[in-house]
Nanobody
Framework: QVQLVESGGGLVQAGGSLRLSCAAS????????MGWFRQAPGKEREFVAA????????NYADSVKGRFTISRDNAKSAVYLQMNSLKPEDTAVYYC????????????????????WGQGTQVTVSS
């Protein structure tokens, strides 16, 4: 059974930075795609970023392009989300997700594309 555990969330002022981590355990980290999503209070969960197995191909939501960077370390079975220039509207619970089949980049923004989810980590950006 795959387990995904997010960490690194917290409270930060607008303009600040945070680095989220997602550690995978339970099976060999052979997933093809890892994604980050977020859910703000009263809103639906939305796509933030995704990364392919090799780490060379990424995809970002327009709202975070140029500010967030997704990366992965397969040797550590981990994926990261570096968040810079944070805004109050980035406040949300952030979730990592894993997809265990060949990457279909047209599908990575969709919730049902992913097989496993973490429990989430809270990010709060104050103005």
């Amino acid at each position: 059974q795959v387990q995904l555990v997010e960490s690194g969330g917290g409270l930060v002022q607008a303009g600040g930075s945070l680095r989220l981590s997602c550690a995978a355990s339970g099976r060999t980290f052979t997933s093809y795609t890892m994604g980050w999503f977020r859910q703000a209070p009263g809103k639906e969960r939305e796509f933030v970023a995704a990364i392919g197995w090799s780490g060379t191909t990424t995809n970002y939501a327009d709202s975070v392009k140029g500010r967030f960077t997704i990366s992965r370390d397969n040797a550590k079975s981990a994926v990261y989300l570096q968040m810079n220039s944070l805004k109050p509207e980035d406040t949300a619970v952030y979730y990592c997700a894993e997809h265990r089949r060949p990457t279909n980049w047209g599908r990575v923004p969709y919730l049902d594309y992913y097989d496993y989810w973490g429990q989430g980590t809270q990010v709060t950006v104050s103005s």
